[in-house]
């Protein structure tokens, strides 16, 4: 009889647990991306005063010589102070070497170009996975009127010239107001 009692109870205490397990995941997820997004609002929040001061400053070009130094120090800033990697990445990247999206960024910036054609706002657009052991978040970013003057279809020559010295693969032009310009990229290992 008793054993029959504890092998009960015990059934009981594991379905109890692996019911908590359940309950508890979908708020980490939540919790998780609550945090990311945090993290890209403050990326963006430091670097677009940054190029906005630059640009008056010292104009287009010397805001290229400014973003091509602050952008990098700031991701590298975040990824050590908050434990995530933080990128971002573009299907045509200008920093090939910090920008080139892997297999899954590529696939999100794609289905982020065809959620932006169907009509949703590139701000509103995001997306969250956990993939094996990681967390991975992306939150697209619209181009701007003042993102053509660096990544448009017209650029002045001199700004052109200045962008293809410090990146002579740059692929990151050609863009038009309210295209995704590319995305914020987030991992954290679980
Ligand atoms: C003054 C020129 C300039 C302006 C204006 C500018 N960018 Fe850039 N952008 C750059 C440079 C230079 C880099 C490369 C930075 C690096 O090395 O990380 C860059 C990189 C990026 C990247 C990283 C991915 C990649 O391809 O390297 C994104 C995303 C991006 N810009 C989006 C924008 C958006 C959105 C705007 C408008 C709000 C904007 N940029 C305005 C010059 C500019």
């Not at 952008?71 to 910090?98: D, F, M």
């Not at 939150?139 to 279809?153: D, F, P, R, S, Y």
């Not at 692929?171 to 914020?184: H, V």
Request: glycine share 6%; hydrophobic share 40%.
């Amino acid at each position: 009889m008793n054993k029959i009692y504890v092998c009960f109870s015990l059934v009981f205490v594991l379905a109890a647990f692996s019911y908590y397990l359940r309950a508890e995941e979908p708020k980490n997820t939540s919790e998780l991306k609550a945090e990311a997004k945090e993290i890209v609002a403050v990326f963006a929040g430091n670097l677009k005063p940054k190029l906005k001061k630059a640009i008056q400053d010292g104009g287009f070009e010397h805001a290229v010589n400014i973003c091509s130094v602050e952008a990098p120090k700031i991701a590298k800033n975040l990824s050590a102070k908050t434990g995530w990697s933080v990128k971002r990445v573009n299907l045509k990247p200008r920093n090939i070497n910090s920008a080139t999206p892997d297999e899954f960024e590529r696939e999100v910036l794609r289905q982020f170009n065809e959620r932006q054609i169907k009509g949703e706002s590139p701000p509103a657009i995001s997306y969250a996975e956990i993939v094996g052991d990681k967390f991975r978040f992306m939150k697209a970013q619209g181009v701007e009127g003042l993102c053509l003057n660096c990544h448009g279809t017209s650029i002045q020559p001199d700004v052109k010239k200045l962008i293809l010295e410090h990146y002579p693969d740059d692929a990151a032009t050609g863009y038009s107001l309210g295209e995704i310009r590319g995305a914020f990229s987030l991992i954290k290992s679980l």
